[in-house]
């Protein structure tokens, strides 16, 4: 998932800028589509980022959550590797919210037959894999396929 639509307060770093109004009612319904499609998220890794954690909260998604420094500008390597070092093993679904291009590329990256025109704030892709966490995005092999490819908007 990438963030919801984030807000540009003047003097704000940008790691430290919050959810803009728009942002929040997206995210929001995000999360009620996806409770909609029957995800059930068994944990969650997300930036560090203020508007990936913002995001998190107005999805509604009560799973536990690791934060992580590298997907915050992380390609589709890095998120992959994010999830090898902190997916738990018994999480059947896991939702990384982070930011572009590093969402969109990981899901191309992972099921190279996807074609994602275009994945503005707040859309999320369900790719469904058979791969172990720890294994994720280290063989060019992968049973990877992306099942939906979601854009909240009311």
């Not at 940008?14 to 995000?30: I, K, T, V, Y």
């Not at 420094?69 to 390597?77: H, L, M, T, V």
């Not at 679904?93 to 099921?111: F, S, Y």
């Amino acid at each position: 998932m990438r963030h919801g639509k984030s807000a540009y307060p003047s003097g704000t770093p940008d790691q430290e800028r919050p959810l803009a109004e728009r942002g929040r009612r997206e995210a929001a319904l995000a999360g009620r589509w996806m409770a909609d499609d029957g995800l059930t998220v068994d944990a969650v890794l997300c930036s560090t980022a203020v508007r990936t954690r913002q995001t998190l909260q107005h999805t509604g998604i009560d799973a536990p959550a690791t934060f992580v420094e590298d997907i915050y500008g992380g390609d589709a390597d890095d998120v992959c590797e994010a999830v090898r070092l902190h997916a738990p093993a018994d999480a059947a679904t896991i939702l990384v919210i982070g930011h572009e291009p590093g969402m969109p590329d990981t899901a191309m990256t992972l099921d190279p037959a996807a074609h994602i025109p275009r994945f503005p704030t707040s859309a999320y892709a369900v790719v469904e894999t058979e791969t172990a966490w720890d294994q994720l995005g280290l063989t060019p092999d992968s049973t990877a396929h992306m099942t939906r490819l979601a854009i909240p908007r009311e």
